[in-house]
């Protein structure tokens, strides 16, 4: 079955960056859009960014938009978030997600994916 595990996670200062990592296994990565969401503390969990197969296009939220970048490399079964400019509201709990749905464009909800990593903690001092 597909396993994802991130990586990357840490204290960071505001306006500095980070970069996630979430290495997939037990399937072909090739045939799974990729999305990372985010949990903070007392909310539900938000999605954050996707890319679809071979790369073919990246989706950001607002909140990120501009500061992050996803990106995929299909030889290493990996997916990554750069993550710029962080602010102390971008602290929470990221976390990666795939499916392998036959939607061109999956919609930034978490329906949309049903294979979950165990999250990696993101924290943004002021």
């Known amino acids: 079955q597909v396993q994802l595990v991130e990586s990357g996670g840490g204290l960071v200062q505001a306006g500095g960056s980070l970069r996630l990592s979430c290495e997939f296994s037990?399937?072909?990565?090739?045939?799974?859009?990729m999305g990372w969401f985010r949990q903070a503390p007392g909310n539900s969990r938000e999605f954050v960014a996707s890319i679809l197969r071979s790369g073919d296009g990246a989706y950001y939220a607002d909140s990120v938009k501009g500061r992050f970048t996803i990106s995929r490399d299909d030889a290493k079964n990996t997916v990554y978030l750069l993550m710029n400019n962080l602010k102390p509201e971008d602290t929470a709990v990221y976390y990666c997600?795939?499916?392998?749905?036959?939607?061109?464009?999956?919609?930034?909800?978490?329906?949309?994916?049903?294979?979950w990593g165990q999250g990696t903690q993101v924290t943004v001092s002021s």
């Open positions: 997600a795939a499916d392998s749905g036959v939607v061109a464009v999956p919609l930034p909800v978490e329906d949309e994916y049903h294979h």
């Open positions: 037990g399937r072909t990565f090739s045939r799974y859009y």
